[in-house]
């Protein structure tokens, strides 16, 4: 599955679409002082077994690392990912 990203100044999601359908998004906004706020993620139930929802997180760490941000995991689930992964520590605002 190719997991797509779209994003304007405030906000923007990665996501995953099945003929043209999303199945998988992680939105998130960014705040000014630079923190990328993971507000939600959603996994369609069908693909809840695989590991698609913890590529979002990743996917959104990377970003954040790439873009030289904080990241605040106001998601639960993207929060729990975040807290078996200490090696992403130094990304949490």
């Known amino acids: 599955m190719t997991i797509q990203h779209k994003e304007n100044p ?9 003929e043209g359908d999303v199945v998988a998004e992680i939105v998130y906004a960014k705040s000014s002082d630079n923190i990328l706020i993971i507000e ?3 996994v369609d139930e069908a693909l809840r077994d695989g590991n698609i929802g913890y590529e979002l997180v990743h996917k959104t760490a990377d970003y954040a690392r790439m873009h030289g941000m904080k990241v605040s995991p106001v998601c639960p689930f993207a929060k729990a990912v975040f807290d078996k992964k ?4 130094d990304l949490l605002a």
Do not use: I, K, N, S
């Open 40 to 42: 939600h993620t959603e």
């Open 10 to 18: 405030q906000r923007g999601l990665f996501f995953v679409e099945d």
């Open 86 to 89: 200490p090696e992403w520590a």
